[in-house]
């Protein structure tokens, strides 16, 4: 069965990155995106972008231009999410899926458990 | 900063039928982009709930049901149950954007 298993919470000081990792099973990896969406403490939830584990190409949502990077490690199936120049609003939790493409758009039909994020001083 | 707009907040009574609205624009949903909802109960991970327009993952009841019509899309819930309280989200892509976007988020309340 498909699965999707994020790394443990983080704490980082304002300033600092953070890389957060998905590591999928149960299907071939190179054969769906992963996406990543996040959502702050009360917030409804955020696009950030799309990463091809086929070839590595990436795909950023216009607000994460430049502080975002989406990486993979094609022997353990694992896609990785690095966020940079963290703010105290970057605080929320952080959650891949994995993206279904239809043919006027994707969805997402498994998710992983998130990974909490915190942004301090 | 959603560009996909719902009503903050829906309710009724058990076995009533809600809707839930999703608002878009001429560059997302008005653009025949495929619309999908997910159910999300707190501190948990979202759940597929229907794919393009008005599919329905296997495992999902069929009291739940979408559709789309311009600029919009909806989401109903028939025979409303206990269960079915939780957040409720619309998903479509935005090409003026050139990525994903969501929609602001509803909260099912079963009265």
């Known amino acids: 069965q498909v699965h999707l298993m994020q790394s443990g919470a983080e704490v980082r000081k304002t300033g600092a990155s953070v890389k957060v990792s998905c590591k999928t099973s149960g299907y071939i990896f190179t054969n769906f995106y992963i996406d990543w969406v996040r959502q702050a403490p009360g917030e409804g939830l955020e696009w950030m972008g799309r990463f091809n584990p086929s070839g590595g190409s990436t795909n950023y949502g216009q607000r994460f231009h430049g502080r975002v990077t989406m990486t993979r490690d094609t022997s353990t199936s694992t896609v990785y999410m690095e966020l940079s120049g963290l703010r105290h609003d970057d605080t929320a939790v952080y959650f891949c899926?994995?993206?279904?493409?239809?043919?006027?758009?994707?969805?997402?039909?498994?998710w992983g458990q998130g990974t909490p994020v915190t942004v301090s001083s | 900063q959603s560009v996909l707009r719902q009503p903050p907040s829906v309710s009724g009574a058990p076995g009533q039928r809600v809707t839930i609205s999703c608002t878009g624009s001429s560059s997302n949903i008005g653009a025949a982009y495929d619309v999908h909802w997910y159910q999300q109960f707190p501190g948990t991970a979202p759940k597929l709930l229907i794919y393009g327009d008005n599919n329905r993952p296997s495992g999902v009841p069929d009291r739940f049901s979408g559709s789309k019509s311009g600029t919009s899309a909806s989401l109903a819930i028939s025979g409303l149950q206990a269960e079915d309280e939780a957040d409720y989200y619309c998903q479509s892509y935005d090409y003026s954007l050139s990525g994903s976007v969501f929609g602001t988020g509803t909260k099912v309340a079963v009265l």
């Open positions: 899926a994995r993206g279904t493409s239809t043919s006027a758009g994707w969805y997402f039909d498994f």
